[in-house]
């Protein structure tokens, strides 16, 4: 009773030291503000742009200051979540660190008072596994030192929430760091995803600080936090190379548009700002002109998990060879190929008696303009075949007095143009295009003057002969890229990236067992790393699971247990409720099921986010016209959507994919709509990892899908 007893009371003690060191962090911030909002601005805030060299400094300061109160701003709900007691070696006493998303600086005397994240120091924080030494890399060399204490903090609107040490030298030290982990796992979820800065573990931190020149591959298991954790690598990245790197040429692909909407807060989070968020349709689209437009593949994608995720059909096949670096290689051919026709082997005769010779015009295009992109060279030659006219029309000048030997090298110039072939890369990809891939295309009626309809694959060949004609613009270049659930992204379109990237400055991050798009994506990790030199790929395996209970990872491990090769999560110790697993004889009784499982989850006030996850979007349609007609508040999410609002979602299992949900509900497990292969089985996977705390699973008791088997067994 006494221990008991003395353990409170330094507890308390504990929580009162950080209350009053909290409450005169909030007091400084608040303060720092009202001074820095004070000072008359020294440019005008308007659309005016600085004319002189002293407007400019102006204007450079005056946005120093606006970033400055922007960081204290958002701090004032929680300016910091971590501390660390260090004493570096030769120091006599330990320094006291407080971490945050920011850093903050007191500009009157020096004074860090919160060490940001991504500093080098507070590396010690994330990496620290209870060992009394610790090291750090210095931009003046490594950094020695003993870790006194390392303590993590929740503070939520201003409140301190929790206080626990995890680590205190020369006491017994548990497995608290898992007790400060597992209470923030256990909070709800919104319609956003947040960021992880507070609890980033010692494997993603490594991701997080490794080399910027490296094409890090990340193979995550679903509930890995790969996506945040690529997410905080950029944000790190800009903070160690700010003189280097800028954020408007950084960017993130993103699987789907509602998926780039639910990522869209976790950067500013961070205090990063103006980093492309896209998908690669739509940067695409956007290099060419918007010459472009995309037909509608909403229908297809039905077709292709209600028919049996067959790739080798047709029209599956037809997909996944024009994003195969076979097919770049015979757009390579093609370009080497037009290289060789672009220039018309006649002699020029702009008017009888004076010619250039073919040989000096095919000199200028493979020697002298070599280094430029095809179509470029193209234009360079003729131009300069103009001004060798018009130099020989000078001589002349005088004694054409009629004008007609002007007229008539005006015309030979124009007719000898006509001799070029054109460069056009909806003409070339028309010509290389087998046959069946024209009927797919043409079968598309369009109205005079609209935009040219392409399907989505298409996009990559397009926007790689645009790029060798015409090369990249100069404000297009990237430094950073980012590719999420790059297992559905085609060896093709990361080949057109590289064009944009060209430094090793990648992050590419998925998980093979949830490559459901498989006439798309890629099966393997080499199909994509193969793009870069080997010393500069270096790869990654994020094994745990922190999203999900320990049951229901369990439960989806037994979707895909039957594939050693597909990667299998391990969870992290959070136990919860067990899978609810729910049969039903007819329709009536599955509604009922389904109704009753909803509203018990509702009644418990905790669940937030709550998902419906259909074998189609029909049936998603169905379910959610049957709770919306009994008073629920349901979304139908559909494939053109581009928002997410969270709530109760009803969906197509793979629209779910990359989000998450305090529960889940999976309709109609059946032999008929999850039949037992391995793509049925990703399928499931994907579906069963997006709950964080809740699972319940309908299914025909007549006909289970097989891939149930080994969870049913577990009930018997």
Request: hydrophobic share 40%; proline share 4%.
């Amino acid at each position: 009773m006494e221990t008991e007893s003395a353990t409170t009371s330094a507890t308390d003690q504990l929580i009162q030291e950080e209350a009053s060191k909290l409450k005169e962090t909030l007091a400084w911030i608040d303060q720092s503000l009202k001074r820095l909002e004070n000072i008359p601005r020294e440019f005008p805030n308007d659309e005016r742009e600085p004319q002189t060299a002293d407007e400019v400094a102006a204007q450079a300061v005056d946005r120093l200051r606006d970033e400055r109160i922007d960081a204290l701003r958002r701090s004032t709900q929680e300016p910091y979540f971590g501390r660390l007691d260090f004493q570096t070696d030769g120091q006599v006493e330990p320094e006291i660190w407080y971490i945050g998303k920011r850093g903050l600086q007191d500009d009157t005397d020096g004074t860090i008072r919160v060490l940001d994240w991504r500093a080098p120091a507070a590396s010690i924080f994330y990496a620290h596994a209870g060992q009394d030494r610790a090291t750090y890399q210095a931009p003046d060399g490594e950094i020695s030192g003993t870790v006194w204490r390392k303590r993590n903090l929740a503070i939520r609107r201003g409140q301190l929430e929790r206080v626990v040490d995890s680590f205190v030298r020369g006491e017994q030290n548990g497995q608290v760091t898992d007790e400060f982990l597992l209470y923030r796992l256990q909070e709800g979820k919104d319609n956003r995803l947040r960021d992880i800065v507070a609890t980033i573990q010692a494997e993603q931190d490594t991701i997080i600080r490794a080399e910027k020149n490296r094409a890090i591959f990340i193979q995550g298991v679903a509930g890995s936090g790969k996506t945040t954790v690529a997410l905080h690598r950029l944000a790190y990245l800009l903070y160690q190379h700010s003189e280097q790197l800028k954020a408007e040429k950084m960017a993130i692909f993103a699987p789907h548009p509602m998926f780039m909407e639910y990522i869209s807060e976790v950067l500013p989070e961070l205090g990063v700002g103006g980093v492309l968020q896209t998908t690669f349709s739509e940067f695409a689209l956007r290099e060419l002109d918007y010459r472009f437009k995309l037909i509608p593949e909403g229908q297809r994608v039905q077709r292709w998990f209600e028919t049996g995720m067959d790739s080798a059909s047709r029209e599956f096949a037809t997909i996944y060879a024009k994003g195969r670096l076979a097919w770049l290689k015979r757009l390579q051919q093609a370009v080497s190929e037009a290289e060789q026709m672009s220039v018309p082997d006649v002699t020029f005769t702009p008017w009888p008696g004076v010619q250039l010779e073919a040989h000096w015009i095919r000199k200028w295009f493979t020697e002298d303009y070599r280094h430029y992109a095809l179509a470029v060279r193209v234009m360079r030659v003729q131009a300069r075949v103009k001004r060798w006219m018009d130099m020989e029309y000078k001589r002349v000048q005088a004694e054409d007095r009629q004008k007609k030997l002007k007229k008539a090298a005006n015309t030979a110039y124009q007719s000898y143009l006509k001799l070029w072939p054109a460069l056009d890369e909806w003409t070339m990809y028309q010509n290389l295009m087998p046959e069946a891939w024209q009927q797919s295309l043409s079968q598309v009626k369009r109205k005079r003057g609209e935009r040219i309809y392409i399907w989505p694959e298409d996009l990559a060949s397009l926007l790689y002969l645009r790029l060798v004609l015409y090369g990249v613009q100069p404000d297009a270049k990237l430094q950073h890229v980012v590719i999420d659930e790059a297992q559905d992204f085609s060896p093709l379109q990361l080949a057109i990236l590289r064009f944009y990237c060209q430094t090793d400055s990648f992050t590419i991050l998925g998980d093979l067992a949830q490559s459901i798009y498989s006439y798309s994506g890629v099966q393997n990790w080499e199909e994509l790393s193969g793009l870069f030199s080997e010393e500069s790929v270096q790869n990654f395996q994020l094994q745990v699971s922190y999203r999900s209970t320990q049951e229901i990872v369990e439960f989806a491990k037994s979707a895909i247990a039957a594939y050693p090769h597909l990667p299998l999560p391990v969870p992290v110790y959070r136990s919860g409720e067990a899978v609810n697993l729910l049969h039903y004889t007819d329709q009536t009784a599955q509604q009922k099921e389904l109704l009753k499982c909803i509203d018990s989850w509702q009644s418990e006030g905790r669940m937030h986010s709550i998902a419906v996850l259909c074998p189609n979007e029909e049936l998603a349609q169905h379910y959610a016209d049957l709770l919306q007609s009994t008073g629920y508040k349901a979304t139908q999410v559909t494939w053109d959507q581009r928002e997410f609002s969270g709530g109760l979602s009803v969906m197509p299992a793979y629209l779910a994919k990359g989000l998450e949900f305090d529960a889940v509900l999976l309709t109609d497990v059946s032999q008929h709509f999850y039949p037992g292969n391995e793509s049925y089985a990703k399928l499931l996977y994907v579906a069963s990892t997006r709950a964080l705390h809740r699972l319940a699973v309908l299914y025909s008791e007549r006909e289970p899908s097989p891939l149930l088997s080994q969870a049913l067994h577990s009930l018997d």
